[in-house]
């Protein structure tokens, strides 16, 4: 069915920038909605960025501008470009898709994760 695989994390200091990827096999079609979400350790699942197919982008709060999502189609891949790091931006960072916009029960389909680790 659906595969996702992450990559593009890693150490970095405050204010660096990052740019995760998020390679999807399989299809996805009409009305399939995907997102970011990242995860720290005794924190909840935050979403913090959202596209659907129809190109309508979406940004949680803890974005302040600072992130951007993506979807280069010729190359199947979902980005996530992030600016101006902090230490709160620090966690598991996951990729996910639904062929349902918005999913009827939560995302169907999940990546791996691609860790994030910002430094003061």
């Known amino acids: 069915q659906v595969q996702l695989v992450e990559s593009g994390g890693g150490s970095v200091q405050s204010g660096g920038s990052l740019r995760l990827s998020c390679v999807v096999s399989?299809?996805?079609?009409?009305?399939?909605?995907m997102a970011w979400f990242r995860q720290a350790p005794g924190k909840e699942r935050e979403e913090v960025a959202g596209i659907d197919s129809d190109g309508s982008t979406r940004y949680g709060d803890s974005a302040k501008g600072r992130f951007t999502i993506s979807v280069d189609n010729a190359k199947n891949t979902l980005y996530l470009q992030i600016y101006s790091l902090k230490p709160e931006d620090t966690a598991m960072y996951l990729c996910?898709?639904?062929?349902?916009?918005?999913?009827?029960?939560?995302?169907?389909?999940w990546g791996q994760g691609t860790q994030v680790t910002v430094s003061s």
């Open positions: 996910a898709a639904d062929l349902w916009c918005p999913p009827r029960k939560g995302y169907n389909y």
């Open positions: 399989g299809r996805l079609y009409m009305n399939y909605c």
